[in-house]
């Protein structure tokens, strides 16, 4: 995700992850586990950056009685997440905004957890990202964050320009953070997640025969499946962490 995005792209995301709510290669089941480390209470309020269909948010506010915000830059996926969340009954506890996340100014310490699954990147170069989430974070709170990165040995120039597992701990570290839980995406997890995409993907082709973009379509589904075999699942890797501040930084922040 990026500070803008260009129609063809937002439609060709749509097309490609029509019937999945989890933008990222994690089952249903693991990234409920969240919960467990991040521990959400009634009331806590939740700021989720690139929040997709919102799946996170509605569980929890489903499941766990909280209040939350979205920030999607993708309208399609802002259009079904407000859809599922009006069905559900969660309008009251769920805001989505459409937009880029630079463009959302969070109050300083005002967020119990803040999400960013896969969506770093909307809130500016490299190391911006976590002094930004950081920042609307209560001092007692959790940050949970999804990066892909690249494997031990790549072999591709792509992969060679992803950070690499340690760098990314150095950074979370850096910005003060503890890492409570490390959910590292299976093989098994991030077949499925492509699968789904191209089965979306041959759906909507099949479906589309006469559509004046269905070329198109089809070119950028071959580049992103070719994408994935030729790369991405030997030497990419993506995992999940949940940060809470550092000890001491709580212990100070209650004192002052």
């Known amino acids: 995700m990026t500070a803008s995005m260009q129609p063809e792209t937002a439609r060709f ?3 490609r992850s029509a019937s999945s709510e989890i933008e990222n290669p994690i089952s249903p089941e693991r990234l409920e586990s969240v919960a467990e480390a991040a521990r959400p209470q009634p009331g806590m309020k939740v700021l989720d950056v690139g929040c997709g269909k919102a799946w996170l948010l509605r569980c929890w506010a489903a499941a766990h009685q909280v209040t939350g915000i979205g920030l999607e830059l993708n309208p399609h996926y802002v259009a079904e997440g407000r859809r599922l969340t009006a069905a559900q009954g969660l309008c009251d506890r769920i805001t989505l905004i459409e937009g880029p ?4 100014n969070a109050e300083p310490a005002s967020y119990d957890v803040v999400f960013c699954l896969g969506a ?16 609307a974070l209560k001092a007692d709170g959790a940050l949970v964050i999804g990066i892909a990165y690249r494997r031990e040995v790549v072999q591709t120039r792509h992969a060679a320009a992803l950070p690499t597992l340690r760098e990314i701990i150095v950074e979370i570290e850096g910005n ?6 490390f959910l590292e995406s299976s093989r098994a997890e991030w077949d499925a997640f492509r699968s789904r995409q191209f089965a979306d993907g041959d759906d909507w082709l099949r479906a589309n ?3 004046p973009d269905w070329a198109q379509v089809a070119a950028q589904l071959r ?9 991405q699942r030997d030497e990419m890797q ?5 940060t809470r501040p550092r000890a001491a930084q709580v212990r100070t922040a209650v004192r002052n």
């Open 13 to 15: 995301w749509s097309i």
């Open 223 to 231: 580049t992103a499946r070719a994408r994935y075999f030729d790369w």
């Open 238 to 242: 993506w995992s999940l962490f949940v």
């Open 209 to 211: 025969r006469d559509h």
């Open 176 to 181: 003060g953070l503890e890492i409570t839980t």
């Open 120 to 135: 770093t990147s909307a809130l500016g170069e490299h190391g911006a990202a976590l002094p930004r989430l950081c920042q």
């Open 101 to 104: 996340a630079l463009d959302f």
